[in-house]
């Protein structure tokens, strides 16, 4: 090969161009990749953290709740299960017959994609109700909807 003066008059300076420009190009992609589309989705923040806790009805008060990942075995292999966790407290001074809590579920873009519910029986005064909810899918956070409490 001819060594020249130039850097891009050379063949090898032309593959050297080629290689920066796809490496160049690959890292954009890679960091506009996690920007937008993260791999293990964050999890809702605590009751605490959230500015709409603690949700407080007239003698029901949603004390914390947490959206939480874990994974189990399927016969397909390994899956992600979310769920939202929590404690809320009847303070009505009266027991609660059939009591629920309502979760709005959204994706990555904020648009809501599902609503879970979690539901007791009776709710005795002052005690403390500790939920789950079952699993769900697709859902990147939660946000808490609402009590319904006859």
Known sequence: MKESGKFFGTAMGTLLALSLAANVWLAVRLR???????????PAPPAQANPQAPAKRPGLTLVSWEYKITTMKTDLGTAA??????YARNDS??????????FSLHD???A???DREVSIRRLGTNEVW???TEP???AL???FSRFNVP
């Open 93 to 102: 001074g009266v027991e609660a017959g059939e009591t629920a809590i309502y």
């Open 81 to 86: 299960a979310r769920f939202i966790e929590g």
């Open 136 to 138: 769900f899918k697709y």
């Open 141 to 143: 956070t939660a946000k």
């Open 112 to 114: 809501k994609v599902d």
């Open 130 to 132: 500790k939920f789950k």
């Open 32 to 42: 506009n990749a996690r920007a937008t589309t993260p791999n293990v989705p964050e």
């Open 108 to 110: 990555k873009d904020g």
